[in-house]
C-alpha cells in the first residue's frame, strides 16, 4: 500500500500546501481519500483522475470536500465520458453538495457520480483495498477509517476532538495519520486535536508509525512535532505534500 500526500494544510490552503487529501493505491486499486481544496491539482500531477476507483470523503467541511466540483465538471466534461464514480460519504452528503450547484436539482450528479452513505460501523472494499469506519467527535458527522491491505493497517483520524471512537480505531495501528491542529497555548474548541494530544493518543495506542497532519498553517511545525515527540516518547513525521508511505506488512517508508 503507498499513501501519497496530495494535501495536509489544516482548515485552509496554504501558499504550498492544499487541505487535506491522500491518495491510497493497493496493487490494483486507488482510493482518494478526502478532495479538500487544492488537491484535485495534486491528484492530477501524479495520475490520471479516471483511473482512480473511488473517492472517499470523510466528512463536509470545505478542506475535506470542496475539490469534488473540479472532480465532477473533469469527469462531466472528459472525453471517454466516465459515469457512475463511487462517491462514498457520511449520511446527507450528495444533497448538500448538489445544493450548492444545483439548488433543488438533486438529479445533476447522478449521471457522473454513484453515492454510498457510510456511517460508524461500516466496511467497504475497495478492490484489495477494505477501509473501516467510526464516528470523531466533531460538529458534523465525521468518520475516522481504517485502511487495510498488503497485512498492513493504517488508520486516518480525519477531524477529531479528544473524544468519538478515534481511540478504539487507532489501538495497535501499524501507522497512524494524526490530524494535530493545535499547539500548547494554541487551542481552541475541543472539535481537533493538539500535538500532545496526537502524541498521547499514539502512545495510549502503541501505533508502529505516527504521521502528523491537519497542522494549522501559521504555527510552527518543528514545534508541533515537539511536542508530540513528548508525548509519543518517539519523533513523529510531520506530513507533506508530495511525501509517500509505502506500507508492506507491518513495516511503513518513505519513499
Known amino acids: 500500500m503507498d499513501v501519497r500526500v496530495l494535501g495536509c494544510s489544516g482548515t485552509y490552503p496554504s501558499a504550498h500546501i492544499p487541505a487535506s487529501g491522500y491518495l491510497v493505491s493497493g496493487p490494483e486499486s486507488r482510493v482518494w481519500l478526502d478532495c479538500g481544496t487544492g488537491t484535485f491539482a495534486a491528484l492530477q500531477g501524479v495520475v490520471d483522475f479516471?483511473?482512480?476507483?473511488?473517492?472517499?470523503?470523510?466528512?463536509?467541511?470545505s478542506d475535506h470536500c470542496l475539490d469534488i466540483f473540479p472532480f465532477y465538471y473533469a469527469l462531466r466534461?472528459?472525453?471517454?465520458?466516465?459515469?457512475?464514480?463511487p462517491v462514498y460519504a457520511p449520511p446527507g452528503t450528495r444533497d448538500h453538495l448538489v445544493a450548492l450547484i444545483a439548488g433543488d436539482n438533486k438529479a445533476?450528479?447522478?449521471?457522473?457520480?454513484?453515492?454510498?452513505?457510510?456511517?460508524?460501523?461500516?466496511?467497504?472494499?475497495?478492490?484489495?483495498i477494505r477501509m473501516e469506519f467510526v464516528r470523531t467527535e466533531h460538529?458534523?458527522?465525521?468518520?475516522?477509517?481504517?485502511?487495510?491491505?498488503?497485512?498492513?493497517?493504517?488508520?486516518?483520524?480525519?477531524?477529531?476532538?479528544?473524544?468519538?471512537?478515534?481511540?478504539?480505531?487507532?489501538?495497535?495501528?501499524?501507522?497512524?495519520?494524526?490530524?494535530?491542529?493545535?499547539?500548547?497555548?494554541?487551542g481552541g474548541p475541543p472539535l481537533h486535536l493538539s500535538a500532545s494530544e496526537a502524541g498521547e493518543l499514539a502512545r495510549r495506542s502503541g501505533v508502529g508509525a505516527l504521521f502528523l497532519t491537519h497542522l494549522f498553517p501559521?504555527?510552527?511545525?518543528?514545534r508541533s512535532q515537539e511536542e508530540a515527540a513528548n508525548a509519543w516518547q518517539q519523533t513523529p513525521v510531520v506530513l507533506e505534500p508530495g511525501m509517500v508511505l509505502r506500507a508492506e506488512h507491518s513495516g511503513i517508508e518513505l519513499v
Open 50 to 61: 479516471v483511473t482512480v476507483d473511488a473517492l472517499m470523503i470523510s466528512h463536509l467541511h
Open 77 to 85: 466534461l472528459h472525453p471517454s465520458k466516465p459515469q457512475r464514480f
Open 108 to 128: 445533476i450528479f447522478s449521471e457522473v457520480f454513484d453515492f454510498h452513505e457510510v456511517d460508524g460501523g461500516d466496511t467497504i472494499e475497495v478492490g484489495e
Open 139 to 186: 460538529p458534523l458527522p465525521t468518520l475516522a477509517c481504517s485502511i487495510r491491505t498488503d497485512g498492513h493497517r493504517l488508520v486516518y483520524s480525519a477531524d477529531s476532538g479528544p473524544g468519538g471512537e478515534l481511540a478504539t480505531l487507532a489501538n495497535d495501528a501499524d501507522s497512524f495519520i494524526c490530524e494535530a491542529t493545535y499547539q500548547n497555548g494554541h
Open 218 to 222: 501559521t504555527l510552527d511545525h518543528r
